[in-house]
C-alpha cells in the first residue's frame, strides 16, 4: 500500500507570492507534457509491481492530459485548417492555452494563479481543462479531416504529416528506452535512495523500516525497464495508432475507422483503470480487508500512520474515522483535539487510537503495520455505540471553550455532551440508564429506539451540518453541535423513536425552481406551438 499511496499524494498546495511572469521551477512541470501523447510514459498504477510518480504532481489521473491519439491530431489539423474569423476554434484554442499556462506554470502566465478567487484553487487540475479544450478542437479537426472539398484534402495531408511524426516519436522513445535507459540504472538507483532516504525521514510515523522502501525502489527500477520492452503495447500503442489512422485517412472509409481508431485505443488503455472494470482489478482486496467486511455490525475503523491510505475506505466500503477530502471544519478541529498527526493539507493520520475522542467514535477495528512490512488488525474490548444517552451536557459560548472541555477530559465524552452555543439546554433530571437501538440506518436518514429512565441527550456520532433535523416520535426537536463537529438531541424519559434526517433548504429550492421552470416550458409551448408539418410559421 506504501506504493499507493505515494502514487495518489499530492505535494502542498504552493501559495502565489504575487504576480509572477517567469517561474524557474516551470520546467519541473513541463515534464508532464509527453502524457498528452505517450500516457504511460512514467509508468501507470495498474501495472505489476509498485507505481511511483517522478512527477511534481503526483496523482497518475491529474497528470495525464491524454486524449487519444486520433483526437490529438484531429485537434492539430483544427488549428491550422479551420481558423477563420468566426471560427470557435480560436476561442478553443486560447482556452486550452491558458488553462495549460497556469497548469504548468508557463512564463507570462502563472500570475493568472495569483489572482483573486484562482489564489486559493490547485492550478495542477487545470489539465483537465485542457484535455476538454483539445477533444472540442478534435471535433472541428475531424470535420476537416472528413471534408470531401478542397479544403478536406490539405487537412488530410497535414493529418498524415503529424501521424508520421508521432511514428517517428514512437521509434525514438523505444530505442531510447531499450538502449539508453539501462546504462542510467545505477545513476537512478543511486538518486532514487537519496530522495527515499529524505521522505523516511520526513514521514510523521514510519510504518516500514528503510530497507522496505529500498527493496520497493529495486521494484520500481525494475518494472521501468519491463515497461519500455518492445512487446509492451500500453507503452508504444500511441504509435501503432497512428500508423492505423495514416492508412485509415488514405482510405475510402475514413470516417468510420478514425472511430473505430479513437474508440478502441481509449478503451483499451483505460482497461484497468477506469471504473468501469471491476472495482477488484483496481483496489484487489486484502486478507485485513475481507475480515472487516465480513462484519456487517454497525462499527467504524481506523489505521494508524500511513498503513491504510485515509481514502481507500471509499473503495472497500469502510467506515474510517479518518477521511481525506472535503471534512467539515467542525470535524477537522475536533480530530485536532484527538491528536492527529500533521500531513497533507486535506487529509488525517492518527498515530494511536487510545483517546477516548477516538474511540467514542464507534471506533471497533484499528489496522497497524510492523516494521517487517505485515499488516495487523486489533479489535476492540469495548465498542461504542453509534448512539448512546448521557445525563449531563455543558453549554461552550465557542468552539475554542468546548475543544479545551474535550482535551481537559476526555475520558467525560462518554458520559457528557458539550454543546456549543449559544443554546438553550434544558436540565435533565438526573443519572438513569438509557440505551439506543438502530432501526434504519441510511446516507441521508437515521432512526433509533432510545429507552432511557430519566431522561437525557442522544449522542449521535455521525457529523453535524446545516440541512439535518432532528424528530422524537416524529415530533421536530432541537438539533444540537454536540462535542464541536457531532448531533445531540433532548429525549425525555421513556422508549421514544428518534430519527435524523437531511432536509436543506436547498433541496426545496431546487425543486421549486425546477418546477416554476417546467411550468414555463409547457406554458411556453401552449402559447408558441411549433408549426405543423408543410406550413410555413406565421
Given at each position: 500500500m506504501a506504493a499507493a499511496e505515494r502514487g495518489v499524494r499530492a505535494p502542498a498546495r504552493r501559495a502565489p507570492a504575487g504576480l509572477v511572469l517567469f517561474d524557474s521551477r516551470c520546467w519541473r512541470e513541463l515534464l508532464a507534457l509527453p502524457l498528452v501523447l505517450f500516457p504511460n510514459l512514467y509508468g501507470n498504477p495498474t501495472w505489476p509491481g509498485p507505481y511511483?510518480?517522478?512527477?511534481?504532481?503526483?496523482?497518475?489521473n491529474e497528470n495525464v492530459l491524454y486524449v487519444g491519439t486520433v483526437p490529438l491530431l484531429c485537434a492539430l489539423v483544427s488549428l491550422r485548417c479551420r481558423r477563420g474569423p468566426a471560427s470557435p476554434v480560436w476561442a478553443l484554442a486560447v482556452l486550452v492555452l491558458?488553462?495549460?499556462g497556469m497548469a504548468f506554470h508557463l512564463p507570462a502566465l502563472d500570475w493568472l494563479n495569483a489572482l483573486p478567487g484562482l489564489a486559493r484553487a490547485?492550478?495542477?487540475?487545470?489539465?483537465?481543462?485542457?484535455?476538454?479544450?483539445?477533444?472540442?478542437?478534435?471535433?472541428?479537426?475531424?470535420?476537416?479531416?472528413?471534408?470531401?472539398?478542397?479544403?478536406?484534402?490539405?487537412?488530410?495531408?497535414?493529418?498524415?504529416?503529424?501521424?508520421g511524426a508521432v511514428v517517428v516519436a514512437g521509434v525514438l522513445l523505444a530505442a531510447a528506452g531499450n538502449l539508453a535507459l539501462p546504462l542510467l540504472v545505477p545513476r537512478l538507483a543511486a538518486w532514487g535512495r537519496h530522495v527515499v532516504e529524505a521522505r523516511y525521514a520526513a514521514l510523521p510515523a514510519p510504518t516500514h523500516s528503510l530497507d522496505y522502501f529500498y527493496a520497493e525502489l529495486d521494484e520500481v527500477l525494475a518494472g521501468m525497464a519491463r515497461a519500455f520492452r518492445i512487446g509492451n503495447l500500453a507503452m508504444y500503442a500511441p504509435a501503432a495508432v497512428a500508423v492505423g489512422g495514416w492508412l485509415a485517412?488514405?482510405?475510402?472509409?475514413?470516417?468510420?475507422?478514425?472511430?473505430?481508431?479513437a474508440v478502441v485505443e481509449l478503451v483499451g488503455l483505460g482497461?484497468?483503470?477506469?471504473?468501469?472494470?471491476?472495482?477488484?482489478?483496481?483496489?484487489?482486496?486484502?486478507?485485513?480487508?475481507?475480515?472487516?467486511?465480513?462484519?456487517?455490525?454497525?462499527?467504524?475503523?481506523?489505521?494508524?500512520?500511513?498503513?491504510?491510505?485515509?481514502?481507500?475506505?471509499?473503495?472497500y466500503g469502510l467506515a474510517d474515522v479518518r477521511g481525506l477530502d472535503f471534512p467539515t471544519r467542525w470535524y477537522a478541529a475536533y480530530l485536532d483535539a484527538a491528536g492527529r498527526l500533521p500531513w497533507i493539507a486535506y487529509g488525517t493520520?492518527?498515530?494511536?487510537?487510545?483517546?477516548?475522542?477516538?474511540?467514542?467514535?464507534?471506533?471497533?477495528?484499528?489496522?497497524a503495520a510492523d516494521e517487517r512490512g505485515g499488516v495487523t488488525l486489533a479489535e476492540l474490548d469495548h465498542v461504542q455505540p453509534r448512539c448512546f444517552v448521557v445525563h449531563e451536557a455543558v453549554v461552550a459560548e465557542s468552539d475554542a471553550q468546548a475543544l479545551e472541555l474535550l482535551r481537559s477530559a476526555p475520558d467525560a465524552v462518554y458520559s457528557r455532551v458539550v454543546i456549543t452555543g449559544p443554546a438553550d439546554v434544558p436540565p435533565v433530571a438526573g443519572d438513569g440508564d438509557g440505551e439506543a437501538t438502530p432501526i434504519a440506518y441510511a446516507p441521508t436518514e437515521t432512526a433509533w429506539s432510545v429507552v432511557t429512565g430519566a431522561g437525557g441527550y442522544l449522542v449521535n456520532t455521525d457529523a453535524y451540518y446545516p440541512g439535518w433535523r432532528a424528530y422524537v416520535d416524529d415530533r421536530p426537536a432541537a438539533l444540537y453541535r454536540a462535542n464541536v463537529a457531532f448531533r445531540a438531541v433532548l429525549v425525555p424519559a421513556g422508549r421514544h423513536t428518534v430519527t435524523f434526517r437531511y432536509e436543506p433548504r436547498s433541496m426545496h429550492m431546487g425543486v421549486a425552481v425546477s418546477v416554476l421552470?417546467?411550468?414555463?416550458?409547457?406554458?411556453?409551448?401552449?402559447?408558441?406551438?411549433?408549426?405543423?408539418?408543410?406550413?410555413?410559421p406565421a
Open positions: 511511483h510518480s517522478y512527477l511534481p504532481w503526483g496523482n497518475y491558458v488553462a495549460a490547485n492550478p495542477a487540475r487545470l489539465r483537465l481543462v485542457t484535455s476538454f479544450g483539445l477533444a472540442m478542437l478534435a471535433g472541428f479537426g475531424a470535420d476537416a479531416v472528413l471534408d470531401p472539398e478542397e479544403g478536406g484534402a490539405a487537412a488530410r495531408r497535414w493529418f498524415l504529416r503529424l501521424a485517412v488514405r482510405g475510402s472509409a475514413r470516417g468510420p475507422m478514425l472511430v473505430v481508431l482497461r484497468g483503470y477506469t471504473p468501469a472494470v471491476p472495482r477488484r482489478d483496481f483496489y484487489p482486496p486484502t486478507a485485513v480487508v475481507s475480515r472487516l467486511a465480513r462484519d456487517t455490525t454497525l462499527h467504524r475503523v481506523t489505521a494508524l500512520g500511513e498503513t491504510l491510505v485515509p481514502d481507500a475506505h471509499m473503495m493520520l492518527v498515530g494511536s487510537a487510545d483517546s477516548p475522542l477516538l474511540r467514542v467514535l464507534n471506533v471497533k477495528y484499528v489496522v421552470a417546467a411550468c414555463v416550458c409547457v406554458f411556453l409551448t401552449w402559447r408558441h406551438p411549433p408549426p405543423r408539418s408543410g406550413r410555413p
